[in-house]
């Protein structure tokens, strides 16, 4: 694939992901509706596994001595890795730079099915994170569970070039037993 051609695939990828978090970054309500067939029953027993994950995010970066910022979107995406059982989320917490919270997106805890995935958006144009932003996911489990893949997905341009890169999130809690 030539030049072109790769600045025009990168494009037209981005366009299709800052679509998809088109004004403003979701309330709690549209992740459960928008990802309803990845969601089954909360457990109502005891959840005695859970952590913690840290995920660093760039919602804008700063170029040439802080006197140019790009801003990026960023999409959340939380992957139960069980094939056995659900992964209940208790908070998505979106946070700034300063670490003040921006956002929680969740109202109440979900469960994901099995293999299932969610994800949140974060518009190019939302640029309340800043540069050190960050989400924090928690989650809990009925029992031995693998920990969640989290990661971040930062999309932008620059000019006539277009970037993307991952964040990988990291525990920062885990209690219980596998």
Same mark, same amino acid.
């Given at each position: ?11 037209? @990828?981005?366009?299709? *992901? ?14 459960? #509706? $928008?990802? =309803? ?21 760039y ?10 910022? @790009?801003?990026?979107? *960023? ?14 989320l #208790? $908070?998505? =917490? ?73 964040s ?10 596998d």
């Open positions: 694939m030539g030049g072109r051609a790769r600045v025009r695939a990168a494009g037209l @990828a981005l366009a299709a *992901v800052m679509t998809l978090g088109a004004a403003a970054a979701q309330p709690a309500q549209d992740i459960a #509706r $928008r990802h =309803a067939s990845s969601l089954t029953g909360v457990p109502q027993g005891p959840l005695p596994v859970s952590g913690s994950i840290y995920v660093p995010a919602s804008s970066i700063s170029l040439s001595n802080d006197k140019l910022r @790009a801003d990026f979107s *960023v999409t959340l995406t939380i992957h139960n890795v069980s094939s056995e059982r659900p992964l209940v #208790r $908070r998505v =917490a979106y946070f700034d730079t300063s670490g003040a919270l921006v956002q929680n997106y969740l109202s109440a805890p979900l469960a994901l099915k099995p293999f299932a995935t969610v994800q949140v958006s974060i518009p190019a144009t939302d640029t309340r994170g800043g540069t050190g932003a960050n989400f924090v996911v928690d989650w809990a489990a009925e029992g031995s569970l693998a920990e969640p893949a989290v990661e971040a997905l930062m999309l932008g341009s620059i000019a006539n070039a277009s970037y993307s890169f991952i990988q999130g990291r525990p920062i809690v885990r209690v219980g037993r």
